[in-house]
């Protein structure tokens, strides 16, 4: 039981550079969402999504894209990338049908240089 | 605006002690709060919840207090063992229009086990 799966586990870009990180759920969860974490801070959540093919911003989306093509599978893209967006990046799940605890992948470590 | 804050970032603990994780939110219409654990390297791991009409919750070994008169909620660790080490974090659950649930978490509390 794999839970929430995020690939890659660790980045290093260039200021300028695109890249897209991978969330994988195998619950059959409607809702996904991306966070980053900053150290000193929570997570904050980027963006989200109710089910397959729809997203919504959260409260740092700028500088991100998502999408959700399929139900089991939330993609978030950085078009291209600053330095500020050096974070870890955390992955999220819930079954949407009431308020239920979200389940976490392992996070993706990005750094950007 | 809407904030959860920790009392403590640090807290330690000797092994057996029982341990006191507190966390106060300013939302009063929040009305669901989780606890997570989140060790290094790790994604924060979900440890209990209460709903906000409840005001006590017990898990194996945990216990969640809510307060809303005060906006408080505390996590309590019983026997605390070298493997609950790590960050824990309060977060307080909130839904949004259109669906989907926000969680707004506070910095952590840093708990460390001492032998």
């Known amino acids: 039981n794999a839970g929430v799966t995020q690939t890659p586990k660790f980045r290093v870009l260039k200021t300028g550079q695109s890249m897209t990180l991978l969330c994988a759920q195998d619950?059959?969860?409607?809702?996904m969402y991306w966070y980053r974490q900053d150290p000193g801070m929570g997570l904050r959540l980027i963006h989200y999504?109710?089910?397959?093919?729809?997203?919504a911003k959260g409260e740092v989306p700028d500088g991100y894209n998502v999408s959700r093509l399929k139900k089991q599978n939330f993609l978030l893209g950085l078009e291209s990338a600053a330095p500020s967006q050096t974070s870890v990046y955390f992955c999220?799940?819930?079954?949407?049908?009431?308020?239920?605890?979200?389940?976490f992948g392992d996070g993706t470590r990005l750094s950007i240089l | 605006g809407e904030s959860v804050g920790l009392h403590l970032p640090t807290l330690s603990v000797q092994e057996g002690d029982n341990s006191i994780i507190n966390c106060a939110y300013s939302?009063?219409?929040?009305?669901?709060f989780i606890w997570y654990k989140q060790e290094s390297g790790k994604g924060p791991q979900f440890i209990i919840d209460?709903?906000?009409?409840?005001d006590k919750r017990q898990g194996q070994r945990v216990t969640v207090l809510l307060n809303k008169t005060v906006k408080h909620l505390s996590l309590q660790i019983a026997a605390t063992q070298p493997g609950d080490s790590a960050v824990y974090f309060c977060?307080?659950?909130?839904?949004?229009?259109?669906?989907?649930?926000?969680?707004?978490f506070g910095t952590g509390t840093q708990l460390k086990v001492e032998l």
């Open positions: 999220a799940s819930t079954p949407g049908v009431l308020s239920q605890p979200q389940h």
């Open positions: 999504s109710v089910g397959e093919g729809t997203t």
């Open positions: 619950m059959n969860h409607e809702y």
């Open positions: 939302n009063s219409a929040s009305d669901y």
């Open positions: 977060a307080e659950n909130r839904e949004l229009t259109g669906g989907g649930n926000k969680l707004t």
């Open positions: 209460i709903r906000s009409n409840m």
